[in-house]
């Protein structure tokens, strides 16, 4: 069975101190990996996803394969970061359903 | 840039009722989804559709969902006799060919009273 943990529910981190988000995966193939955010009363945004090897606003994320992790990182953050972020698993067959972790909020104090 | 949309924005309904929520995809694209999400709770998938018909479908997507693609514009959700346990965020998602990422809908907040 497929599952993303994302351990923190919560987190809070002072502006232009660094960020990371925690996700750890369990799959028995390669999956992918993806990060989306959703900022207050919005929907579901792409942020990153690994295959894409891209930087969005800031943030990166390397998938470790060894570690079975998928952590999103930013080394300063600004307030307007402050949002619900998902870690999210597809299967290797194109076009599967995403299994999403359960969220972090992530609150940028000023 | 293009954006999945989804009406109505808030549905009230009585238990028991029939409740339809409706999304329209982004144009090209070809694979449809529903996830929903309990106040509280994760994200989870409901069921995905391809070529008109179901390609997989989750244990909460009993017999008392089913979607549909009535024309070609819009992809519906239909939840027959809604239980209070339905009350959650509905949200739709299409993607493109191959490994294009699923593009989600501001979602459908369904209250069953």
């Known amino acids: 069975a497929q599952r993303v943990t994302q351990p923190e529910k919560l987190l809070s981190v002072f502006k232009g101190a660094p960020v990371e988000l925690k996700c750890n995966y369990s799959?028995?193939?390669?999956?992918?990996l993806f990060w989306y955010v959703q900022y207050s009363r919005q929907r579901l945004q792409l942020l990153l996803r690994?295959?894409s090897r891209e930087s969005i606003k800031g943030f990166t994320a390397d998938l470790n394969k060894g570690e079975t992790s998928f952590h999103l990182k930013k080394p300063f953050a600004q307030e307007e970061d402050s949002a619900m972020y998902y870690c999210?698993?597809?299967?290797?067959?194109?076009?599967?359903?995403?299994?999403f972790g359960t969220g972090t909020r992530l609150t940028i104090i000023p | 840039e293009p954006e999945v949309t989804q009406t109505p924005s808030h549905q009230v309904t009585q238990m028991g009722q029939e409740v339809i929520l409706r999304c329209v995809p982004i144009?090209?694209?070809?694979?449809f989804y529903w996830y929903r999400q309990i106040l509280g709770q994760k994200v989870e998938f409901l069921v995905s559709?391809?070529?008109?018909?179901?390609?997989?479908k989750s244990e909460i997507f009993d017999d008392q969902f089913s979607v549909e693609r009535p024309d070609g514009s819009n992809f519906t959700l239909k939840i027959r006799s809604t239980k209070l346990e339905d009350s959650a965020m509905y949200f739709c998602?299409?993607?493109?060919?191959?490994?294009?990422?699923?593009?989600f809908g501001d979602g459908t907040r369904l209250s069953i009273l």
């Open positions: 998602a299409s993607s493109g060919m191959g490994d294009q990422p699923q593009h």
């Open positions: 799959y028995s193939g390669s999956p992918e």
């Open positions: 690994h295959i």
């Open positions: 999210a698993l597809r299967g290797n067959f194109g076009n599967e359903k995403l299994t």
């Open positions: 144009s090209n694209h070809l694979y």
């Open positions: 559709f391809y070529n008109n018909e179901i390609s997989e």
